[in-house]
């Protein structure tokens, strides 16, 4: 079934741990983006990649790194993991810029940081 | 700055109408988009508006009002599997995403 793989599902990880979560799609799409959800507050993008080999940071980088080797994979690193990443994290991809936007979603990560 | 805003909740009985209102302020306007998210799970596209006007899509409607900032969603005939959160969301000139932070419909019977 084709659409985005997001692992692991769900993390506990101890604050200064380096983590990364993985996220694979299978619907050659060019443009892939991460999120995070917290409580109260709308999706917010930590960095994006319009196609293979660029990303760009989004609204919350900061402490987090992309990398984009190819189209269907786009991994999250957390270097060192602080309590206020604590969060659920959303990868995303569309068919890319100018198109209706429609984005579709992994099943999400959830990472708790303590 | 950017902002969109909508309800943090609203309530609704089995069977009725329900309209969910966003209004946004943004750089620029590519488009505006509604997604439902289920508890637990990801978001998933309902409507895209770019255009003024009312987009029907079986029991759902989306309209749009570019001059006043303005859309809603309507949702007919409401079931009880349509509790879920609303996220409302504008692309901007740069074609990025500013979301609200969501309706929590609650239907009861």
């Known amino acids: 079934i084709a659409g985005i793989t997001q692992a692991p599902t769900s993390q506990i990880l101890a604050a200064g741990r380096r983590m990364t979560l993985r996220c694979t799609q299978d619907m050659r799409h060019n443009a892939m983006y991460w999120y995070r959800q917290d409580l109260g507050l709308g999706l917010r993008l930590i960095h994006y990649?319009?196609?293979?080999?660029?990303?760009g940071k989004g609204e919350v980088p900061d402490g987090y790194s992309v990398s984009r080797a190819n189209t269907d994979d786009f991994p999250l690193t957390l270097a060192s993991a602080v309590p206020s990443q604590t969060s659920v994290y959303f990868c995303?991809?569309?068919?890319?810029?100018?198109?209706?936007?429609?984005?579709?979603f992994g099943e999400g990560s959830r990472l708790t940081v303590l | 700055g950017q902002n969109i805003d909508q309800p943090t909740e609203m309530t609704a009985t089995e069977g009725a109408i329900v309209q969910i209102n966003c209004t946004y302020q943004?750089?620029?306007?590519?488009?505006l988009f509604w997604y439902q998210q289920h508890a637990g799970e990801a978001p998933t596209f309902l409507s895209y508006n770019v255009l003024d006007g009312l987009e029907e899509k079986g029991r759902f409607s989306s309209f749009l009002s570019r001059s006043k900032g303005y859309s809603y969603l309507l949702l007919k005939e409401l079931q009880m599997k349509d509790s879920a959160s609303y996220l409302c969301a504008v692309m901007d000139s740069n074609y990025q995403l500013i979301w609200g932070a969501g309706t929590k419909l609650i239907i009861k019977p």
């Open positions: 943004t750089s620029g306007f590519n488009g």
């Open positions: 990649s319009n196609t293979a080999g660029t990303t």
């Open positions: 995303a991809s569309s068919s890319g810029r100018g198109d209706t936007g429609e984005l579709f």
